[in-house]
């Protein structure tokens, strides 16, 4: 079956950088557009950043554009999200997301399976 294993979450001070992962197995990784979300408690889960198959294209959520970057590798079957300069809003359970459409959308609707999240915590 498919599966999507988050991996790369901690706590960190405010300006630190982490890189979160996203294996991928079950599935023919490259026909797939990859993405992050990202919840909190009581909050919608929101769209962060996302990926076309190839890599060549990709999309972010205005707050994070200039301190995000999202890559993957498909020799690998992973998926990447390095998070620079991070403050305190960026605070939330990260989420990775694959969607057989192959274009990187910023609608929850649009991806057909999910991870089940890594904690990524930053401290002011």
């Known amino acids: 079956q498919v599966q999507l294993v988050e991996s790369g979450g901690g706590l960190v001070q405010a300006g630190d950088s982490l890189r979160l992962s996203c294996a991928a197995s079950?599935?023919?990784?490259?026909?797939?557009?990859m993405g992050w979300f990202r919840q909190t408690p009581g909050k919608e889960r929101e769209f962060v950043a996302a990926i076309s198959r190839s890599g060549g294209r990709t999309s972010y959520t205005d707050s994070v554009k200039g301190r995000f970057t999202i890559s993957r590798d498909n020799a690998k079957n992973t998926v990447y999200l390095q998070m620079n300069n991070l403050n305190p809003e960026d605070t939330a359970v990260y989420y990775c997301?694959?969607?057989?459409?192959?274009?990187?959308?910023?609608?929850?609707?649009?991806?057909?399976?999910w991870g089940q999240g890594t904690q990524v915590t930053v401290s002011s």
């Open positions: 079950g599935l023919t990784f490259s026909n797939y557009a």
């Open positions: 997301a694959a969607d057989q459409w192959g274009l990187p959308s910023g609608r929850m609707k649009d991806y057909d399976y």
